[in-house]
């Protein structure tokens, strides 16, 4: 018999890079010694009625089946009215929009349909780990841009400077995770003049949209002059509608772009779990303004008592505008590494939080933590009167 060999059987090139995400590494650490995670962005607040009572009606009417490729015709077309409702954005249900297996599922299907190994996309710093991974996974160079620290101001010269003959798009976060972000309208105007004139894509994860806080106001950059035919817009009801597992979002493009993004969809998801699609349109038919204004509201009250915590724990944190994350400054807690400082607190308080460097680029982020406050007020109390105990 011939030697047998492994030269074969080896990782992807890439596979050595694509680690497991931080956020659900300290997730298992913290479940471990029975915390309270404010690591991984959950939600593990109540579903809104009409959602869980239209689920279990679908399951029993039957409504277990693959859907069409671009999700159910019922919930496409509430899309269509929340996205002119809201966002002020014009979109045909039966050619501008897709279903999709979350807003990951949305993301990762259009980078396949519309850009090619070392393709360039930009995107701000602090970014979110799985935009990041998602281009890495498929060949394409992620460019971070860093925003200012704290106060998240553009650089708009060094985002100029970071466009290449080989970059074909940049992604927008808005609400931004994890830094709570919202970009205004004149940050947006001048992205988009950047965008036309260099001829690239525009991915904006908007899943954040409804948490704004202290009057500011969601800006969807497809409704920007000239933007409407290069914007893929994304979003979703995982947030919203504390439905997190269920997995179900969206996007809204060009009639252009969506069968190819439908193709890549279809091929690596098949389709959004069907009972799941009926049940997000009737939340969004069901559900008044009101319950949008009273979930910015009530996360505004959490977010304004977890910087409280943190800030007597002497974790100076940069209050967010938006999403329900703050980034908190890690100086004082012992370590060399963020992901050492987060395990460190974790066994002091029993609070799980992620290290900063999963948001950042090589070398950055070593003394910040991401803390999540989209939790139940009782785990919420716990775990800010153990932060406020904390003793380095």
């Known amino acids: 018999m011939p030697a047998i060999t492994e030269k074969h059987l080896h990782l992807s090139e890439i596979a050595p890079h694509i680690i497991q995400s931080e956020i659900r590494s300290m997730t298992v650490e913290c479940d471990a010694v029975g915390g309270v995670n404010l690591a991984q962005g959950v939600c593990d607040t109540p579903l809104p009625a009409p959602v869980l009572e239209a689920a279990i009606q679908a399951i029993h009417d039957g409504y277990n089946i693959y859907t069409r490729l671009d999700g159910v015709a019922v919930l496409r077309e509430a899309i269509a009215e929340k996205?002119?409702?809201?966002?002020?954005?014009?979109?045909?249900?039966?050619?501008?929009?897709?279903?999709?297996?979350?807003?990951?599922?949305?993301?990762?299907?259009?980078?396949?349909?519309?850009?090619?190994?070392?393709?360039?996309?930009?995107?701000?710093?602090?970014?979110?780990?799985?935009?990041?991974s998602t281009?890495?996974?498929?060949?394409?160079?992620?460019?971070?841009?860093?925003?200012?620290?704290?106060?998240?101001?553009?650089?708009?010269?060094?985002?100029?400077?970071?466009?290449?003959?080989?970059?074909?798009?940049?992604?927008?976060?808005?609400?931004?995770?994890?830094?709570?972000?919202?970009?205004?309208?004149?940050?947006?105007?001048?992205?988009?003049?950047?965008?036309?004139?260099?001829?690239?894509?525009?991915?904006?994860?908007?899943?954040?949209?409804?948490?704004?806080?202290?009057?500011?106001?969601?800006?969807?950059?497809?409704?920007?002059?000239?933007?409407?035919?290069r914007t893929i817009t994304i979003s979703g009801f995982s947030k919203t509608f504390s439905m997190t597992g269920w997995r179900v979002g969206y996007l809204s493009a060009s009639s252009k772009w969506i069968p190819a993004i439908g193709y890549f969809h279809d091929l690596g998801y098949v389709c959004t779990p069907s009972p799941f699609q009926y049940a997000a349109a009737a939340g969004l038919r069901a559900l008044p303004d009101s319950f949008y204004h009273d979930l910015?509201?009530?996360?505004?009250?959490?977010?304004?008592?977890?910087?409280?915590?943190?800030?007597?724990?002497?974790?100076?944190?940069?209050?967010?505008?938006?999403?329900?994350?703050?980034?908190?400054?890690?100086?004082?807690?012992?370590?060399?590494?963020?992901?050492?400082?987060?395990?460190?607190?974790?066994?002091?308080?029993?609070?799980?939080a992620?290290?900063?460097?999963?948001?950042?680029?090589?070398?950055?982020?070593?003394?910040?933590?991401?803390?999540?406050?989209?939790?139940?007020?009782?785990?919420l109390d716990r775990a800010c009167k153990a932060l406020k105990s904390f003793r380095a």
């Open 83 to 132: 996205l002119e409702h809201y966002n002020h954005l014009a979109a045909d249900p039966d050619t501008e929009i897709l279903v999709t297996s979350g807003a990951t599922g949305a993301m990762s299907s259009a980078c396949l349909a519309l850009f090619n190994p070392g393709d360039q996309i930009i995107l701000f710093e602090p970014f979110y780990g799985y935009h990041y």
């Open 135 to 229: 281009l890495l996974s498929m060949r394409i160079e992620p460019v971070p841009v860093p925003l200012a620290a704290a106060t998240w101001e553009i650089d708009f010269d060094r985002l100029r400077a970071a466009i290449t003959p080989r970059t074909r798009g940049l992604i927008i976060n808005s609400p931004g995770n994890p830094c709570g972000k919202v970009f205004t309208q004149t940050e947006l105007e001048a992205i988009a003049t950047l965008a036309i004139e260099h001829d690239l894509f525009v991915m904006t994860d908007e899943i954040y949209e409804y948490f704004v806080y202290e009057g500011q106001t969601h800006v969807s950059p497809a409704t920007i002059p000239g933007m409407a035919e």
């Open 296 to 352: 910015a509201t009530e996360y505004q009250e959490k977010r304004d008592k977890i910087c409280e915590a943190l800030t007597v724990a002497g974790l100076t944190p940069a209050v967010p505008a938006g999403a329900y994350y703050v980034l908190a400054d890690a100086t004082r807690i012992e370590g060399d590494r963020a992901s050492i400082k987060s395990r460190n607190l974790l066994k002091a308080t029993g609070v799980g």
């Open 354 to 379: 992620v290290a900063g460097s999963a948001f950042y680029g090589a070398g950055r982020g070593e003394n910040v933590l991401r803390f999540c406050f989209a939790k139940q007020e009782s785990e």
